[in-house]
């Protein structure tokens, strides 16, 4: 079946670096999601990619989706106290639009005040 | 502010208990999901609807069962409790139309003991 894995599992940063995460997928993806969770919440969706080669950008935040549609990547720049939290990439399978999806194995960051 | 709604938010109950957890939304979305996630880690499917009458498998389904007889109702079903089923479960629904996230509700956290 359809594996998503992300890295690092984990990352540290002082307040004010910036933090990258990586999202793999085994086989192709039709869209990727990105979601933050926070310490005891539940995750809240950030984005959704779709094309091949996509960029979106969210104030201090930017997603890609590689050229393959088997690969994402988050960057925040000039991280805030506010960013702490898990995030996690969802990859949907072939079936645009009634796809599962397959949840990664998410990031956590914390942030050094 | 929450569309998606749990109950109970925690629960503690003995094994081989039957207990049901509710989820209610007031989006009018067709599609829903449960999901399983242990502290920190990703999230698995259990169960999920594309409306009224339609429910599928997911990855950890062999255990519980789900019923969707009105949109915006689906409820979770355990037989029996068992320790190892102590996690958080996670509703989520999405619209129809391709390009929305999923909406989370808050979770149910279940102790088995």
């Known amino acids: 079946g359809q594996q998503v894995m992300q890295i690092p599992q984990y990352q540290h940063v002082q307040e004010g670096e910036d933090f990258t995460t990586y999202c793999n997928s085994s086989t192709t993806l039709s869209n990727i999601q990105w979601y933050k969770q926070r310490p005891g919440g539940h995750p809240v969706f950030l984005i959704q990619?779709?094309?091949?080669?996509e960029v979106k950008k969210q104030k201090r935040l930017t997603f890609q989706f590689g050229e393959a549609k088997k690969n994402s990547s988050l960057h925040i720049t000039a991280t805030q106290t506010t960013d702490v939290g898990t995030y996690f990439c969802?990859?949907?399978?072939?079936?645009?639009?009634?796809?599962?999806?397959?949840f990664g194995t998410g990031t956590r960051l914390t942030i050094i005040p | 502010e929450a569309d998606i709604y749990q109950t109970p938010r925690y629960l503690v109950i003995g094994t081989g208990k039957k207990i049901t957890l509710e989820c209610s939304q007031t989006m009018g979305h067709d599609k829903m999901y449960w999901y399983q996630q242990d502290p920190g880690m990703e999230l698995h499917l259990i169960h999920y609807s594309y409306g009224v009458n339609s429910t599928e498998k997911g990855d950890l389904s062999s255990e519980s069962t789900v019923s969707r007889i009105r949109t915006e109702h689906f409820p979770l079903t355990l037989e029996s409790a068992r320790p190892s089923h102590t996690s958080q479960y996670l509703c989520?629904?999405?619209?129809?139309?391709?390009?929305?996230?999923?909406?989370f509700g808050s979770g149910t956290r279940l102790t088995v003991v």
């Open positions: 969802a990859g949907g399978g072939p079936n645009f639009g009634n796809e599962k999806l397959t």
């Open positions: 989520a629904s999405r619209p129809g139309q391709r390009n929305y996230g999923y909406t």
């Open positions: 990619l779709v094309k091949s080669g």
